[in-house]
Structures are given as C-alpha cells and as structure tokens.
C-alpha cells in the first residue's frame, strides 16, 4: 500500500501576488482528475480502518486534507460530494472561539496587500535584522518563494519570540482590517464543522495553531485538549479521529509531538514531512509525509514524481 496524502488552503478566484495562493475550484477539479489516474481516494474511515487493524492492500491511495478550518474549504467540500470523493478538513478552534484570527493568517494578508520589503522595513524597528542567522536547508523549507521571502517567513515562523511576533503582526493587521469582521469572515462557524463531521471529514489542527515542537509537553498536550474541549462542548462533536500538525515541517514536528499526540484518540497525525507513505511509514503513522498541491499530479507545478 501506498498512500499519497494531499494539502490544500485557500480557494478562490482571484489571484493575488504575493501572501496568498489559492486555486480556483476548476483548478481543484481538474487536479482531482488527474489525481483519479494514479490513485484510488480514501476517508479518514477507511484508513484508520486499515491502521488499527493493520491491513494494507497493494493499491495506490490518495487522500485529500485542508487545514485552518477556512470558510472557503466549504466549496471545495460542496465540490468533493459531487464527484462522491472523500476529503478531511482540520480545524484550528481558537480563532473560530475567540474571533481572532491566527498570525500565519494575518500574515498571509498583509503580505497579500503590503511588498516583503515594506513589512521587513517594519520589523527592523522592533529588532536588528542583520544579527539574524538562516539555516542552511532553507531553501527546502519554501520551495516556492524568492529568498527575501524565505527569509521572512522563517522568521516570522522560528526565529521571533512569540510575544514580539505578535507584537508586531497584530500592529500592522490592524492597520488593515477590523479582526473580528475579518476572522467571522475567512473561517468556518460551529454549524460548518458540524455539517464537515457529518460526513467523517473532521480532524483537529489544534488550538492555536502553534508549531508544537517549539513547546513543553505541557503545553502541546494543552494545544491538542483546548481544541477537543471546542470541538465537544460547542460543536458537540467526540470522535476526532486524527491530527494535522501546524507548519508540519522539521521545526514544527517531532517525534515528542507524535508521542503526545498519539496518548489522544487519534489513529493518525499528519506532517509536512515531503513524500509518499509506504507500508512501513504506517509503523508510526503520527509521523505521516504529506505534499502540497502544488507537487502533487496536476499540480502548477506539473510534476511528475508521485505518478506511480
């Protein structure tokens, strides 16, 4: 068995330059096409099915995840049930809690209507960006963006104390938009994540949306309960059957995190770790590889390398 496991975000029309990269629902449509020739689509059901009872065939499957919890994933819902095919949504819940909205997302908006150079321009005020040290794999960290851009989002991401980072992305996000407005808008209400698990679509993605590696197992165990208290007490939902880590890469996720998170009842967790699972990768399936949809079939980057 093998199993490709596919990212998406944002789904929109427009096209934006920089911040924000969504695809349209034609794009969706067509990838998922091109996806049907190589794999065999499957639930969230169907694989913690096979986990628990560790029965793997020898097909080729697929399985399609969005995480945030954004309101727009709706239509790529909608979309999913007209083709019968089977999708998982992960939910960030403070944000839809609190009306807040999480700071990869302000982010992601700024940098939709502000250049890279304007908000590092910023930043320099609050610290001395020439002391800052880059790792060396970063340009495997973002494959897609210009090195300025690579060096902003890591920063951002890994290298500000989060009480600066804050800082500093809620001064310029509320020089833009009015958070609450903003937040009701771009994600999902209670009513959409109940009509989601309705269908077994639903999985956490935690509280905060948080890279979990950078914190006490303490703390990670209070960002993976916050989110299921939400999920149970406003949305009267129990049977959260697995995990999408925030960010997922290297930073992001360890093998602490998948201990932790495997102490829940979850059957799996999901990273950002780049590749296709294989029987063995099922031998600890919280450390699950998974792509974006750019790399995969049908992808904008028209690659060829998961066309097994």
């Known amino acids: 068995m093998q199993l490709l496991a596919v990212n998406y975000h944002y789904f929109r029309e427009k096209k934006y330059q920089n911040g924000i990269y969504p695809l349209s629902l034609q794009e969706f449509s067509n990838q998922i096409d091109e996806l049907s020739k190589y ?28 995480d ?71 340009n495997e960290l973002y494959r897609y963006d210009t090195l300025e851009t690579k060096k902003l989002k890591y920063l951002l991401n890994f290298i500000l104390e989060p009480k600066i980072k804050e800082e500093i992305i809620s001064k310029l996000f509320s020089t833009l938009v009015d958070e609450t407005q903003f937040s009701k808008e771009l994600y999902m209400n209670i009513n959409d994540i109940r009509k989601i698990n309705s269908f077994g679509y639903l999985g956490t993605h935690t509280n905060r949306h948080l890279p979990l590696a950078t914190l006490s197992n303490t703390l990670i165990k209070e960002e993976i309960q916050s989110s299921l208290d939400f999920l149970s ?15 997922g890469g290297a930073k992001a996720v360890n093998d602490i995190v998948a201990q932790v998170s495997s102490d829940f009842s979850f059957y799996f967790g999901l990273t950002m770790f780049r590749g296709i699972n294989s029987k063995a990768d099922f031998k600890n399936p919280f450390l699950l590889k998974r792509v974006d949809t750019n790399d995969a079939p049908g992808g904008k980057l028209q690659s060829t390398e998961f066309c097994i």
């Open 39 to 66: 794999y065999n689509f499957i639930s969230q059901e169907d694989l913690s099915n096979k986990i628990i009872n560790n029965q793997f065939d020898n097909k080729n499957y697929c399985l399609l995840t969005f």
């Open 233 to 247: 007490s406003e949305c009267k939902i129990d049977n959260i059957k697995s995990i999408s880590y925030p960010y």
């Open 68 to 138: 945030d919890g954004l309101k727009e994933q709706m239509l790529a819902l909608e979309l999913l049930n007209k083709k019968g095919i089977p999708g998982l949504f992960y939910v960030t819940t403070d944000s839809i809690k609190n009306n807040s909205v999480v700071d990869v997302h302000k982010l992601h908006y700024i940098r939709s209507v502000m250049t890279d150079n304007d908000v590092y321009k910023f930043i320099d005020n609050f610290i001395n960006l020439e002391q800052i040290k880059y790792p060396d794999n970063i």
